[in-house]
């Protein structure tokens, strides 16, 4: 079996009297889809913040390869292979399409290196090809401002496929999408998996969960309660019940 690419033991991370992140241990592997599921406020960005260096946790250990990556700054983590996404995707609104997809090859893992004109054209290579995957070719030159919604969330997997890396982090990337649009996620996310790239996924849309997970790790109020297979995960009422909202059945 191959070894996990990242591997998570223990983070936790409180606000407060809140502890919004108890304890989680999660492992992602090349090649497979991991999705983050649970309730609102179960504790899944905070997750995506804790391995990023977003925030900084209060206990627990993140490993890249072997390699301890807590406490290194968000450029850094980049750097090191992960990608990450946004629920309220942090474009450069000002900035063209093109723009947009070049700057993110800049903290990739692949570019990060001495400058120069091939390492330049190298970027731009990558720039076009993510545009060309995620059909905003013919946009290249427009505002991200002035883009459609669906657009916008293609916008920011662009900028995820152009750091070629490793590992992606994406919070609710399909949210908002429709039919059309969430199958060409869909076939965007299954090359990527097909390309080993490890994916952990946070998604409220168990439709997706069902079509694009391998294994489902189930949070509530800051804790793994149950990790396997989609199909055993979301049949099991216990969980259902804590996912809709009706805590007294699930007790
Ligand atoms: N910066 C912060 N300051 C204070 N409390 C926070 C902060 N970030 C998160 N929290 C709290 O931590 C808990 C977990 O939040 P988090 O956003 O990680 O949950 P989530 O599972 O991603 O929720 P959702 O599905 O609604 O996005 C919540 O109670 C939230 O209010």
């Not at 900028?159 to 060409?184: H, K, M, N, T, V």
Request: charged share 25%.
């Amino acid at each position: 079996m191959t070894a996990p690419l990242l591997i998570c033991e223990g983070l936790s991370r409180s606000f407060g009297g809140v502890k919004a992140v108890a304890g989680v241990s999660l492992s992602l592997t090349a090649g497979m889809v991991t999705a983050l599921v649970g309730p609102n406020g179960a504790g899944k960005t905070t997750c995506f913040n804790l391995i990023t260096g977003n925030l900084r946790a209060d206990a627990g250990k993140a490993m890249l390869r072997g390699q301890s990556i807590m406490g290194l700054k968000p450029h850094q983590v980049a750097r090191q292979g992960v990608a990450r996404s946004f629920q309220d995707l942090r474009l450069f609104t000002h900035m063209s399409v093109r723009d947009n997809v070049l700057a993110a090859t800049e903290t990739s893992a692949w570019f990060w290196q001495p400058g120069g004109a091939a390492a330049r054209r190298a970027r731009e290579a990558a720039t076009e090809e993510a545009l060309a995957r995620t059909g905003l070719t013919a946009l290249a030159e427009a505002r991200a401002m002035d883009l459609a919604y669906a657009e916008r969330k293609f916008l920011s997997m662009a900028r995820i496929l152009a750091a070629r890396a490793d590992i992606w982090l994406l919070d609710e990337p399909a949210s908002g999408l429709d039919l059309s649009s969430r199958r060409r996620f869909g076939e965007l996310l299954k090359e990527a998996r097909r390309q080993g790239v490890a994916i952990c996924l946070i998604e409220h849309n168990l439709d997706v969960v069902t079509e694009l997970a391998d294994r489902i790790a189930f949070l509530d109020q800051g804790k793994v309660l149950a990790e396997g297979e989609p199909e055993a995960i979301l049949r099991d009422p216990k969980l259902a019940a804590i996912y809709f909202g009706d805590r007294e059945d699930a007790a």
